[in-house]
């Protein structure tokens, strides 16, 4: 894995601060709500999309979900479609533009719609280093 440098975890904080500004209060009313959880982004490399656009691909933990989210290097004007496809290794994903504020977004593939029964951080993290690991390794060949 790729060290990512301050300027991007600081870039990957900001948004998860972001999330829990927007979406906090609404999650807590939710039956799958997990207070054990807090957002966290996790596992973020370097990912360069087909258009040659760069950013950030990694996992996003949240007290309700554990998603693949992407994080463009140079946020433009919101695109003309909400939808992104990504073709990972593993397979194709659908991604959804999340806005997060004034200028804050980034592209989301919800995987999982119930931590409920996560019972710490740490297995939250977990979880998201075996996300990335399954989605970043191609499918071993059928015998």
Do not use: I
């Not at 982004?41 to 992407?70: I, K, M, N, W, Y």
């Not at 496809?85 to 994903?93: I, K, N, Q, T």
């Amino acid at each position: 894995m790729q060290a990512l440098t301050a300027d991007q975890y600081a870039r990957l904080r900001q948004l998860a601060e972001a999330w829990n500004r927007c979406h906090l209060k609404a999650a807590k009313h939710e039956p799958r709500f997990n207070p054990r959880l807090g957002v966290d982004a996790l596992c973020f490399q370097p990912h360069s999309l087909e258009d040659g656009r760069r950013g950030l691909l990694g996992a996003l933990v949240t007290p309700v979900s554990l998603s693949l989210a992407l994080v463009l290097d140079e946020p433009a004007a919101p695109p003309v479609t909400g939808h992104l496809e990504l073709v990972l290794p593993y397979g194709c994903y659908p991604f959804v533009l999340e806005s997060l504020g004034e200028a804050d977004r980034w592209w989301r593939c919800e995987l999982l719609d119930d931590l409920s029964d996560l019972g710490s951080l740490q297995e939250g993290s977990r979880l998201a280093q075996q996300l990335m690991e399954r989605v970043m390794t191609p499918p071993a060949p059928n015998s």
